[in-house]
């Protein structure tokens, strides 16, 4: 499985983005995803989970509210909708999938891994 994240870009505190993580392969809809951040200068850290049926989903407490985590299995696709933007939110964002285990927090615990897409939010 190759995945491709999208939808990175530059935009005022308050505003809204919406990232997009292609996948190729059929097997993309039995993986569960995530999506991580890495801010410069500071480690890689989670952001959001989904199962594979996107009907279970995690956060982390920073983003709660604000972000939502989504798949659309039919067109290989996962998706990151992020608004109220703040500057802290500027970093790279990477999507992930298949987990090794239960530990869904984990930068480790995942076998594939997209390029990553740059956020930058303004204050």
């Known amino acids: 499985v190759q995945l491709q994240a999208s939808g990175g870009g530059l935009v005022q505190a308050g505003g809204s983005l919406r990232l997009s993580c292609a996948a190729s392969?059929?097997?993309?809809?039995?993986?569960?995803m995530a999506w991580f951040r890495q801010a410069p200068g500071k480690g890689r850290e989670f952001v959001a989970f989904?199962?594979?049926?996107?009907?279970?989903?995690l956060y982390t407490d920073s983003v709660k509210g604000r972000f939502t985590v989504s798949r659309d299995n039919a067109k290989n696709t996962g998706s990151l909708q992020m608004n109220s933007l703040k500057p802290e939110d500027t970093a790279v964002y990477y999507c992930?999938?298949?987990?090794?285990?239960?530990?869904?927090?984990?930068?480790?615990?995942?076998?594939?891994w997209g390029q990553g897409t740059l956020v930058t939010v303004s204050s």
């Open positions: 992930a999938a298949r987990p090794r285990s239960t530990n869904y927090r984990s930068t480790t615990n995942y076998d594939y």
């Open positions: 392969g059929r097997t993309f809809s039995t993986y569960a």
């Open positions: 989904t199962n594979y049926r996107g009907d279970n989903t």
